[in-house]
């Protein structure tokens, strides 16, 4: 349903800016129990072969190196395939072990790291984000340019609120295009490769505000920032929190801001495709600077695009948001909290006709919560999934979602910057998934 070819700018600046820390466990991925048959929940295995065939013509076609997919209902796997290859230069096939740069696909977890925060009542959802970071007090809103090019700024109205932090409602830029001085200043400042979390928010307090706090909508830094929001509250790295409050417990040992030492080679090569739609090439170098080592400590633990994981532990977090915040008896979050993270936060008069990321319309059929898209009215939306349906997906092509009206995960990983050359793979497989799902009763 999300479409990534629009992040072909967004893709090259995550890649080289957004940077990974240590903290992985065990080699052995930890999947979901398998399902007896795909027919035991519902799915019909004769038309689950649409879905493979499907993926595999994208390897075929030159469109991807190499995949992995995970289909799980009720918590249990249907279909963990892969397809191609890891690297193409070395012939190293894609196992499902393989580890990936999962880029925006952080921001999930960083949302959930800060409602663990929230559910402790360290903060609430309407306080003003200065009141944790005192930087963002008294922030300006450019509204233009005057004669000489210079922006024209005015005072805000209020301080943006936590809700439009979690919204990409606060008016924060990003720096991930030059389509908006905004994002220019952020890329000129380049926030997102700052040394840390403390140097990002600094650099970031000295750059306007794209619009008055909740009028519009636009992709944003905010998750950075509330990845130093968790730093301030609990006095721990994002890396540890995370291991600590949701690695570990939910068993995903191969997620975290670094590839840990020993393990380099099940890191997938990432590409770029010719401009003019020929072979891949691997992206060693983006806009002119390397692309970014993840077998080293970053400079800087991004909650917005830092992480690499796996296809099945990524899996697991997201069948604990399908479970309402539990897994295998651990709990992270509770259900109502859940619920929160799903309920779209866009106000009615805020509304905008592009995300300004990724390509969809954001309306009474499509919105977005707290850190996650949510489709409010499948049907009107145009697709086959469930009513609440969350997702989002990264910078390299990884994508997800989560149903919870049928308890369905799907996790999809490949490692390309700026869309596949093709349609969209998001896209394709939610009705292929669906249009499989012939006994949603079971």
Request: hydrophobic share 45%.
């Amino acid at each position: 349903m999300f479409h990534f070819n629009r992040l072909a700018a967004a893709t090259l600046a995550v890649a080289l800016l957004a940077a990974p820390p240590a903290a992985l466990a065990q080699r052995a991925p930890a999947p979901l129990p398998a399902a007896a048959s795909p027919e035991s929940v519902g799915f019909s295995s004769e038309r689950l072969k649409r879905l493979d065939a499907a993926m595999a013509q994208a390897v075929t076609d030159g469109r991807v190196a190499g995949m992995t997919t995970l289909l799980a209902r009720h918590g249990k796997v249907v279909a963990f395939n892969t397809y191609g290859q890891a690297s193409l230069a070395d012939q190293r096939p894609m196992e499902k072990d393989a580890i990936f740069r999962i880029y925006s696909m952080t921001k999930p977890v960083t949302g959930v790291a800060l409602m663990i925060l929230f559910e402790e009542g360290r903060w609430r959802l309407d306080d003003p984000i200065s009141k944790y970071v005192p930087e963002l007090a008294s922030l300006k809103v450019m509204t233009g340019t005057d004669a000489e090019g210079q922006p024209i700024l005015e005072p805000v109205t209020r301080d943006p609120t936590m809700r439009e932090l979690m919204s990409h409602t606060a008016g924060f830029g990003y720096g991930l295009s030059e389509e908006h001085a905004v994002d220019r200043m952020f890329r000129e400042k380049r926030v997102l490769s700052s040394a840390s979390l403390q140097e990002m928010v600094e650099k970031t307090a000295t750059i306007p505000l794209m619009f008055q706090p909740g009028t519009d909508w636009s992709y944003s830094v905010a998750v950075d920032i509330q990845g130093h929001i968790v730093e301030k509250l609990t006095g721990q790295t994002l890396g540890d929190f995370m291991a600590e409050r949701i690695f570990r417990p939910l068993k995903m040992t191969d997620t975290g801001f670094q590839v840990r030492t020993g393990q380099a080679d099940r890191l997938a090569a990432v590409y770029v495709g010719a401009p003019n739609g020929g072979r891949l090439f691997e992206a060693k170098e983006l806009a002119g600077a390397p692309a970014q080592d993840f077998t080293v400590a970053p400079r800087m633990e991004s909650g917005g695009g830092g992480l690499v994981s796996t296809a099945s532990d990524y899996a697991r977090f997201a069948q604990m948001i399908a479970n309402g915040g539990e897994l295998d008896g651990v709990r992270i979050l509770a259900p109502a909290t859940v619920e929160l993270m799903g309920t779209d936060m866009i106000p009615e008069d805020a509304l905008v006709s592009s995300n300004g990321s990724v390509g969809q319309r954001f309306n009474d059929a499509v919105g977005f919560g707290l850190d996650f898209a949510v489709i409010k009215d499948p049907r009107k939306a145009g697709g086959l999934e469930g009513k609440g349906t969350l997702s989002w997906g990264g910078a390299a092509g990884t994508w997800f979602w989560v149903d919870p009206t049928n308890d369905i995960v799907f996790v999809g990983m490949i490692q390309r910057f700026g869309g596949t050359g093709g349609p969209d793979l998001g896209t394709t497989t939610r009705t292929l998934v669906y249009q499989a799902l012939v006994d949603p009763a079971k």
